[in-house]
């Protein structure tokens, strides 16, 4: 892999920042660096504080043009009343069609205001939909670039940035409150998500209509319903990795069936085709779930599979050198009878840059809770180590390395 995308990729996450968390992007042996490298990542690293700085004084500019708007609207109001004062109804003409209701802004969310203890009030949805509407812009753009095997542009990664650093307050604002595994979990909670998805229309000229609004609530509140149920179904014998696959299969039908209550053109906006489902890239799906929370393991053969998942399993666990040789052959008996699904899959020059489709994850999930069940029952580990065992984090999905024609 070119130093230019390594070194990239490493910016994008960045970018994502908290909402899509840390990256996993580079193969296993890419993951010592040389000087050349080390020198590039210092320097994205100033040039990442210099566009703190900007962000911080764009910020001020759009509260600024924000009030030259407010200010114009206001005079244009009472020239329009000036103009209209003593008219009859019929001399004024028909009244233009109502601005479309229940759009999340300033004042507050437009939906479950009151669940969750009010923290859905907390939020500037204003901000939310005008940043994330333009990132829907700017991601498919980088994605294009890395399909290409091209380094994203400097100023796409650059703006993408500043847009995020306002969602990372938003996802800190609610973290305590909502449900899900994770950060990301309660950002993609459906109470959440249905007044991300009205303020994002609303600002790219898409708004919901009452009917959709109304549809989009009462499809949040069946979701939320299930979604207590499956966690009320849980206890503390329930392992975490069997909460994270089965909290993303319920949000994937949440997002189909919210979807289909959209236009198409609606749905395009929220999630671009080229980049829908994508693990770090798409944001109105349930792959933002496991932006921290998988690994791509790029392997040639299956020892080096078994290598890069015993790598990564022995660093979680703090495992000793005997323990890892009492996992090596359970790992390995593991890795061969993995379904063809996981081994032989086609990928593209995204799924080689960790940017994975979220079903491929949720399959590697359900036959990893098998393996790391059976470590803890064999290893003998101490309580905290068999403890985190439980509460494994880290999907760990095999990817076939990419060979060219």
Do not use: C
Request: proline share 5%; hydrophobic share 40%.
């Amino acid at each position: 892999m070119k130093i230019g995308l390594v070194v990239g990729l490493a910016v994008l996450s960045a970018v994502l920042g908290f909402v899509f968390g840390t990256s996993f992007l580079s193969s296993p042996d890419s993951a010592g660096s040389s000087d050349g490298e080390a020198a590039t990542i210092r320097q994205l690293r100033s040039e990442n504080d210099k566009l703190r700085a900007e962000n911080a004084a764009n910020a001020e500019e759009a509260r600024e043009e924000e009030e030259r708007t407010r200010r114009a609207q206001d005079e244009l109001a009472a020239l329009r009343e000036e103009a209209t004062t003593g008219a009859s109804r019929e001399d004024v003409g028909p009244a233009p069609d109502p601005v479309p209701a229940r759009i999340p802004g300033e004042q507050g969310p437009a939906f479950f205001a009151d669940d969750y203890e009010g923290a859905l009030r907390e939020v500037n949805w204003d901000v939310v939909g005008k940043n994330l509407s333009q990132m829907m812009v700017l991601i498919p753009k980088i994605a294009g670039s890395l399909a290409r095997n091209e380094s994203p542009g400097a100023d796409d990664l650059g703006r993408v940035q500043q847009l995020n650093g306002p969602l990372v307050t938003a996802a800190l604002k609610v973290q305590e409150n909502l449900p899900g595994v994770g950060a990301n979990g309660k950002f993609s909670d459906p109470s959440f998500m249905i007044n991300a998805m009205s303020t994002t229309l609303s600002v790219a000229g898409k708004p919901l209509s009452e009917a959709q609004a109304n549809a989009l609530e009462s499809t949040a509140k069946t979701w939320m319903a299930r979604d207590r149920r499956r966690r009320e179904a849980y206890d503390e014998s329930t392992w975490l990795i069997r909460q994270l696959y089965e909290e993303s299969e319920l949000k994937d039908r949440f997002f189909a069936e919210a979807f289909s209550h959209l236009s198409r053109e609606q749905v395009e906006t929220l999630s671009p085709p080229d980049v829908r489902g994508r693990v770090r890239l798409d944001i109105f799906s349930s792959a933002i779930l496991f932006t921290t929370l998988s690994r791509p393991d790029f392997f040639d053969t299956k020892e080096g599979l078994l290598e890069s998942t015993l790598r990564g399993i022995s660093g979680t666990l703090r495992l000793s050198d005997e323990e890892r040789d009492q996992a090596r052959p359970m790992i390995a008996t593991w890795t061969e009878s993995l379904p063809d699904e996981l081994l032989e899959h086609e990928t593209d020059a995204l799924d080689q840059h960790g940017l994975i489709h979220v079903s491929l994850v949720q399959k590697a999930a359900r036959h990893q809770e098998r393996l790391v069940k059976e470590l803890a029952s064999t290893l003998e580990l101490d309580e905290e180590r068999r403890a985190g065992m439980r509460r494994y984090p880290v999907i760990h999905v095999p990817i076939p390395r990419y060979r060219a024609e």
